[in-house]
């Protein structure tokens, strides 16, 4: 399945959108341990801002620079919207709340603890029509994510968003789950491949071969495992080499193979 | 589209285990709502499955034992689901399998169980939770490969009420794109605390059973099912029969509002249009229409819009939640199994518990049963967040 990829985003720790991260993963600049603060979603409303949280910040941060480095209209893109943990803060809530006496749920909270509710806020800030589907693939949902991406971009024969992004849990979810780290990555995929871009992906999925390839960076393979989305790293160090090359990635079952052509 | 069929299907709801006591239940218009008793609950009805919670999971790994996949567990055991599994297992290898399943809130209740015993000193839950097999949104297709022995590529949608209706087009994905040959798709959500505390917080629970597109309706009964279909290529497997063809689909985002549905219904149309599109067929081709049809004010009254921009008075319409609840993201896969049912037995369930039907309704709404042929159907689903789903299936 070959796919170009028009447009790339990164939000984790020292890795502020992708101009900053593409040099980090290229060792042009070094990886500096720091807070993820990605900026507001600018299109969203004031109030919608307000009431939609950290987790669809994180997403739609990425969704918009991805999207806007394609130069396509967001509205314009298949969304596929993959996050293991979903809102883990409005979740552990919501638990609270209703295993407390005399807790109320917050009708808020509740229709934004669906986990579709980024993607959701995505259409609602672009006001698109346009369809959009969230996943939850545990440690996998990048990988998941990425082969559902794909054959919905090629099978659909339209341009795709791929938004994988996790954010740690507090309470007590949060320590039988463990995510240390925000992290959130954006891919704009592009089914004619005669268009230009970043790189060309060809992945081939292979059920019963079970490969990962690791990140060679050293501060940024302490990363992988604090987050699922940042099972991201080794694709987006091997696109930021500008090299050709193949990416091995465990799915579920199985692993995908991914094969990197600069454009 | 090339043309996909099913050809094995299961469900367990509210009024049964299996395909032919839910047919039987609507035929004699017997509703399975009964008054809230879900861990000292008590607003609303609700649509419980019976002998869930007895239910023991004998095959596969105890760490995913929870409601959600006990109830996907007595799936499997109904229909002749898991003979029917094994059979294409044997035909295409366990590694052209995938399973692609919807789900809301998954085995929830069993997170809500831990809350309840948490170590007031260390703030850990007991370490009998097991998070990632019971809450955790990817346990369901995790436990079906190891309950059914497949071994290809697995993925949860959770587009909230519009779930496993929406994991139909996700498997048609992967099934064009090549990466297998036949997926189990379907889902199940179960009840839990969580959505019936949620949806009366939003006030959206009715006092009495759910009564869709009745004129008084005043909001949902939450209820819970499982169910699941194998969906492959037609003609692959001649010699197995199809229950239907998956004629077409559209999918569509409201672009609106997370929990209210757009009022002009935009959504809703472009997923009706686009389905009869992708199945080149006209709106008068359709016998019937499953719709989304929770109970609540604003869904049915956008709903009716929707059916009737797109269909006028053609098509006779219905909801049977009345029978089973809101199953949530489950009700997709509920209805398409119903949708089937429908095609064998030749008739239409009108909708159960109107006393006057909304009279602000453009569209054709059925109140009673009709016995008539009906070939091919439309299955809706919407979800918070502004998710749209219709699906047609045909007699195959």
Same mark, same amino acid.
């Given at each position: 399945?070959?796919?170009?990829?028009?447009?790339?985003?990164?939000?984790?720790?020292?890795?502020?959108?992708?101009?900053?991260?593409?040099?980090?993963? !290229?060792?042009? +600049?070094?990886?500096?341990?720091?807070?993820?603060?990605?900026?507001?979603?600018?299109?969203?409303?004031?109030?919608?801002?307000r009431?939609?949280?950290?987790?669809?910040?994180?997403?739609?941060?990425?969704? %918009?620079?991805?999207?806007?480095?394609s130069?396509?209209?967001p509205?314009?893109?298949?969304?596929?919207?993959?996050?293991?943990?979903?809102?883990?803060?409005?979740?552990d809530?919501?638990?609270?709340?209703?295993?407390t006496?005399?807790?109320?749920?917050? /009708?808020?909270?509740?229709?934004?603890?669906?986990?579709?509710? /980024?993607?959701?806020?995505?259409?609602?800030?672009?006001?698109?029509?346009?369809?959009?589907?969230?996943?939850?693939?545990?440690?996998?949902?990048?990988?998941?994510?990425?082969? =559902?991406?794909?054959?919905?971009?090629?099978?659909?024969?339209?341009?795709?968003?791929?938004?994988?992004y996790? &954010?740690?849990?507090? *309470?007590?979810?949060?320590?039988?789950?463990?995510? %240390?780290?925000?992290?959130?990555?954006a891919?704009?995929?592009?089914?004619?491949?005669?268009?230009?871009?970043?790189?060309?992906?060809?992945?081939?999925?292979?059920?019963?071969?079970?490969?990962?390839?690791?990140?060679?960076?050293?501060?940024?393979?302490?990363?992988?495992?604090t987050?699922?989305?940042?099972?991201?790293?080794?694709?987006l160090?091997?696109?930021?080499?500008?090299?050709?090359?193949?990416?091995?990635?465990?799915?579920?079952?199985?692993?995908?193979?991914?094969?990197?052509?600069?454009? | 589209?090339?043309?996909?069929? &099913?050809?094995?299907?299961?469900?367990?709801s509210?009024?049964?285990?299996?395909?032919?006591?839910?047919?039987?239940?609507l035929?004699? !218009?017997?509703?399975?709502?009964?008054?809230?008793d879900?861990?000292g609950?008590?607003?609303?009805?609700?649509?419980?499955?019976?002998?869930?919670?007895?239910?023991?999971?004998?095959?596969?790994?105890?760490?995913?034992?929870?409601?959600?996949?006990?109830?996907?567990?007595?799936?499997?055991?109904?229909?002749g689901?898991?003979?029917?599994?094994?059979?294409?297992?044997?035909?295409?290898?366990?590694?052209?399998?995938?399973?692609?399943? *919807?789900?809301?809130?998954?085995?929830?209740?069993?997170?809500?169980?831990?809350?309840? +015993?948490?170590?007031?000193?260390?703030?850990?839950?007991?370490?009998?939770?097991?998070?990632?097999?019971?809450?955790?949104?990817?346990?369901?297709?995790?436990?079906?490969? %190891?309950?059914?022995?497949?071994?290809?590529?697995?993925?949860?949608?959770?587009?909230?009420?519009a779930?496993?209706?929406r994991?139909?087009v996700?498997?048609?994905?992967?099934?064009?794109?090549?990466?297998?040959?036949?997926?189990?798709?379907?889902?199940?959500?179960?009840?839990?605390r969580?959505?019936?505390?949620?949806?009366?917080?939003l006030?959206?629970?009715?006092?009495?059973?759910?009564?869709?597109? +009745?004129?008084?309706?005043?909001?949902?009964s939450?209820?819970?099912?499982?169910?699941?279909?194998?969906?492959? !290529?037609?003609?692959?497997r /001649?010699?197995v029969?199809?229950l239907?063809?998956?004629?077409?689909?559209?999918?569509?985002s +409201?672009?609106?509002?997370?929990?209210?549905?757009?009022?002009q219904?935009?959504?809703?149309?472009?997923?009706?249009?686009d389905?009869?599109?992708q199945?080149?067929?006209?709106?008068?081709?359709?016998?019937?229409?499953?719709?989304?049809?929770?109970?609540?004010?604003?869904?049915?009254?956008?709903?009716d819009?929707?059916?009737?921009?797109?269909?006028?008075?053609?098509?006779?319409?219905?909801?049977? =939640?009345?029978?089973?609840?809101?199953?949530?993201?489950?009700?997709?896969i509920? %209805?398409t199994?119903?949708?089937?049912?429908?095609?064998?037995s030749?008739?239409?369930p *009108?909708c159960?518990?109107?006393?006057?039907l909304?009279?602000?309704?453009?569209?054709?709404?059925?109140?009673?049963?009709?016995?008539?042929?009906?070939?091919?159907?439309?299955?809706?689903?919407?979800?918070?967040?502004?998710?749209n789903?219709?699906?047609?299936?045909e007699?195959?």
């Amino acid at each position: 399945m070959r796919v170009v990829v028009q447009g790339l985003s990164v939000w984790g720790p020292g890795l502020a959108g992708w101009p900053h991260a593409e040099r980090v993963l !290229r060792r042009e +600049d070094t990886w500096q341990d720091g807070p993820v603060t990605p900026p507001p979603a600018q299109c969203l409303p004031a109030n919608e801002r307000r009431r939609s949280g950290p987790l669809t910040r994180l997403a739609l941060a990425a969704a %918009e620079e991805a999207s806007q480095q394609s130069g396509l209209q967001p509205s314009s893109l298949r969304g596929v919207f993959a996050c293991s943990n979903g809102d883990g803060a409005i979740v552990d809530s919501i638990l609270s709340a209703i295993t407390t006496e005399g807790g109320e749920v917050s /009708p808020t909270q509740f229709h934004n603890s669906v986990h579709n509710a /980024p993607a959701g806020y995505w259409t609602i800030g672009h006001h698109t029509h346009v369809p959009a589907v969230a996943l939850g693939c545990y440690d996998w949902s990048f990988a998941q994510g990425l082969l =559902k991406a794909v054959a919905e971009c090629l099978v659909e024969k339209t341009p795709t968003v791929l938004v994988v992004y996790d &954010l740690p849990i507090p *309470g007590p979810i949060g320590k039988a789950r463990v995510t %240390e780290n925000p992290f959130g990555c954006a891919f704009v995929l592009q089914p004619d491949t005669t268009q230009d871009g970043i790189c060309v992906l060809d992945i081939t999925y292979g059920a019963t071969t079970t490969q990962q390839d690791e990140v060679l960076h050293p501060d940024l393979m302490k990363l992988v495992p604090t987050n699922p989305a940042a099972r991201a790293l080794p694709l987006l160090e091997k696109i930021a080499s500008r090299t050709e090359g193949t990416v091995k990635m465990a799915s579920v079952p199985g692993s995908l193979s991914i094969a990197v052509t600069p454009c | 589209m090339n043309p996909f069929v &099913l050809t094995a299907g299961t469900i367990v709801s509210a009024i049964g285990h299996g395909l032919a006591e839910q047919c039987h239940a609507l035929k004699t !218009r017997q509703s399975g709502l009964i008054p809230c008793d879900f861990f000292g609950i008590t607003t609303g009805y609700i649509g419980r499955v019976s002998g869930v919670e007895s239910h023991v999971i004998t095959h596969g790994p105890s760490a995913f034992a929870c409601r959600n996949n006990a109830l996907a567990d007595m799936a499997c055991q109904q229909d002749g689901f898991e003979h029917a599994v094994q059979d294409a297992i044997t035909f295409y290898g366990a590694d052209r399998i995938a399973v692609v399943v *919807g789900t809301s809130t998954s085995g929830i209740l069993s997170a809500e169980n831990a809350y309840l +015993d948490v170590d007031a000193q260390t703030g850990f839950p007991p370490q009998t939770f097991h998070q990632s097999g019971t809450q955790d949104l990817f346990s369901l297709p995790r436990f079906l490969a %190891e309950r059914l022995g497949t071994k290809g590529p697995l993925l949860t949608v959770s587009n909230a009420c519009a779930s496993s209706s929406r994991a139909f087009v996700d498997a048609r994905h992967w099934l064009e794109a090549g990466l297998c040959d036949a997926v189990i798709v379907g889902g199940a959500d179960s009840l839990c605390r969580m959505t019936l505390r949620g949806f009366a917080s939003l006030g959206l629970v009715s006092d009495g059973p759910t009564r869709p597109c +009745d004129a008084a309706r005043n909001g949902i009964s939450v209820g819970e099912a499982a169910g699941f279909v194998l969906l492959e !290529r037609e003609g692959a497997r /001649p010699q197995v029969p199809a229950l239907a063809r998956l004629a077409g689909y559209g999918v569509s985002s +409201d672009g609106h509002h997370m929990s209210s549905p757009d009022p002009q219904a935009r959504g809703a149309i472009i997923a009706m249009q686009d389905a009869l599109k992708q199945a080149d067929l006209e709106p008068d081709h359709i016998d019937y229409i499953n719709l989304h049809g929770t109970g609540t004010v604003v869904n049915d009254s956008m709903e009716d819009q929707a059916v009737s921009t797109v269909f006028g008075k053609k098509v006779p319409c219905s909801s049977t =939640k009345g029978w089973t609840g809101h199953t949530l993201g489950a009700s997709g896969i509920l %209805e398409t199994m119903m949708s089937i049912g429908l095609m064998k037995s030749g008739f239409i369930p *009108g909708c159960l518990n109107v006393t006057q039907l909304d009279p602000s309704f453009q569209s054709s709404v059925l109140t009673d049963n009709e016995n008539r042929p009906v070939r091919r159907v439309m299955s809706n689903a919407f979800g918070f967040g502004g998710t749209n789903c219709s699906l047609i299936f045909e007699a195959a």
